[in-house]
């Protein structure tokens, strides 16, 4: 055998040799994929979350990111948990309404506190913004934050929604919590960015999603420093403070975070902007809404599965349409989820 | 020998070498300590700061705090780095106003830009907070988030302080980046909160401190979600946000951790509400401020070593009278720092 042709038959046995490597390597990672996001049906949604992981984390890749820059944010309301009928803090502050209304009885007279203590759905369902800023005046601000979130942590232990007949901890997405477990495994750093009480959410965020206080960020309202009895205090006042929804998202992000996220998730037109942020990045990104579209095990709403809008996350056709045309991943809660709720199998 | 004998020698055996392990622990430990925070002198603040570690990060203690409640806050300017005769960020500024004048020509007949362009520091040193305000609008807004973080890392790279000749981000204090790292070896997350501006620091911190830029809070301007030829951006825009001084401070930890801080570090007037919200916690605090005794090796100023009060870095003698009567620790750079930059043994 000359020697030409023996180093080809060696390259030969070589090749071979790294063709088995690579075979097991495709096997073994397969295997492993399919373990991950267990509560997800395989389709598009799920290979974009997972093919984006792969790419952010491959060394080799020109997608590489470092860890320090992996930067996951998640809406909250109808993102990772229930946001109908009502968002889970609208639920607090209605429930707190009654509970202060013996110290208030002029409320008996007025609007809006007249229609939450009468019960009478029809006009609540009417309420404006300012109607609910009046509200929230009331029953979260003019205590100290340790108070309120001592307050919400009470309401948390002991309130059930009105469907499920669970508490509002339990009414998370178990395939989002999956997400967000995924994620973190593979270096990301995740945050809530919601349109709800940024101190609201911080009471239970590290309990129910292992995101700490420090990584939520939100809508907030004046805080000022005082003594109390020669004890300096945060006390809440009746004023807003900074609005994280729409155009705020990418404000927040960048006031709180200080970098781009590489993926965000969101499931209305409160997300819109910071999935544009987002994209507007280099290198992958990815960009994920959550359609409502199972009425049967959640609920099902919005202009984008041809119902009318409604006041809580709306998906508009507007969004559905911008989603199709940026590449933005629709999760469709019907089609994609194995299961919603981890204490429904 | 009767049992109750036995019982005895075995037991005074057993408490002899119990002894004689307690013994080599504390010999152990005394050996590893001497080589924490080596630049600083042995003493009442560089035990202070040992102490409290072991306190916290000792399981069976009561004073025990579990990793994820361990928050240290620093001030930075005048705490971390060099703040005298000025910020670094206001030599910024009046950088930028010289480098702007060409585009403004009006500049040259009107204060406060009249006294910057004509280096009159006699003007420039009873430059009001609204002179001040001015310089910031004129040379920190207008431009995206990503256009000032690039001016500022442009600028850190090549101005020099005017006595030492060093690069501004060459002036920090060795003895506090040992602090930093001793704590965060110890499971602390540390945070930079100051007055200063958050975006401006956040450029450097994790390079100099190795702070993330999410660990940075700071004080901040309005900036604006927009499209620009089409692209998302974030507009710096003139106008106050956010003013994380004083007791913006303690709102400024709520609001950017939701965590009260185990140990907090400052040096003047504008982190007396910080320290005094960390003390009012439970269990162990630290509380230590930076003394300016030393005009040899950096600068001497403030009410508090029997100088006139400056408009920098006030270590008042009122702020002086509270450490001392609440038990902070007061760190004399003169005598508690063996060596105070890196640049210079």
């Known amino acids: 055998m000359n020697l ?65 820059d992996r930067i996951a944010t998640f809406d909250q ?62 029953t979260h601000a003019g205590m100290t934050t340790e108070a309120f979130q001592e307050l919400v942590k009470q309401w948390l232990a002991n309130a059930k929604d009105p469907r499920f007949h669970q508490l509002y901890t339990e009414l998370v997405y178990q395939p989002m919590l999956e997400v967000i477990d995924y994620l973190r495994a593979n270096g990301f750093k995740t945050y809530i960015v919601t349109g709800g009480g940024q101190e609201f959410v911080r009471v239970y965020s590290q309990h129910v999603y292992g995101i700490p206080p420090e990584q939520v960020v939100g809508s907030s309202i004046v805080t000022k420093f005082e003594y109390l009895d020669g004890k300096p205090v945060l006390m809440r006042e009746p004023k807003v403070f900074f609005i994280d929804d729409q155009a705020g998202k990418p404000v927040g992000i960048n006031l709180f975070i200080g970098k781009r996220p590489h993926a965000a998730f969101g499931n209305s037109t409160g997300d819109q902007q910071m999935l544009e942020w987002t994209q507007a990045g280099d290198g992958a990104r990815l960009m994920m809404l959550v359609l409502h579209d199972d009425p049967e095990r959640e609920y099902g709403y919005g202009p984008a599965i041809g119902l009318p809008d409604t006041k809580v996350g709306t998906f508009s056709q507007a969004l559905y349409d911008e989603a199709r045309s940026k590449g933005w991943t629709v999760i469709s809660m019907k089609k994609d989820w194995k299961r919603i709720f981890a204490f429904k199998k």
């Not at 088995?20 to 990672?29: E, G, Q």
């Not at 803090?89 to 007279?109: D, G, N, S, Y």
């Not at 506190?113 to 609910?132: C, G, I, P, Q, Y």
């Not at 800023?133 to 009331?138: G, N």
């Open 4 to 68: 030409h042709r023996k180093v080809r038959r060696l390259s030969g046995a070589f090749v071979a040799v790294m063709l088995f490597a690579l075979a097991l390597t495709v096997h073994v990672n397969a295997n492993a994929q399919s373990s991950v996001l267990p509560s997800w049906n395989d389709g598009a949604a799920k290979q974009a979350i997972v093919s984006f992981v792969i790419k952010v984390t491959d060394k080799s890749g020109t997608n590489y990111v470092p860890p320090e």
């Open 77 to 138: 309301d109808g993102t990772l948990w229930v946001e109908h009928p009502l968002y889970a803090q609208a639920m607090f502050a209605l429930a707190r309404v009654h509970e202060l209304a013996p110290q208030h009885p002029e409320w008996k007279q007025h609007e809006p506190f007249k229609a939450v203590l009468t019960n009478d759905r029809e006009t609540m369902a009417k309420f404006s913004e300012s109607d609910w800023e009046v509200i929230l005046a009331a």
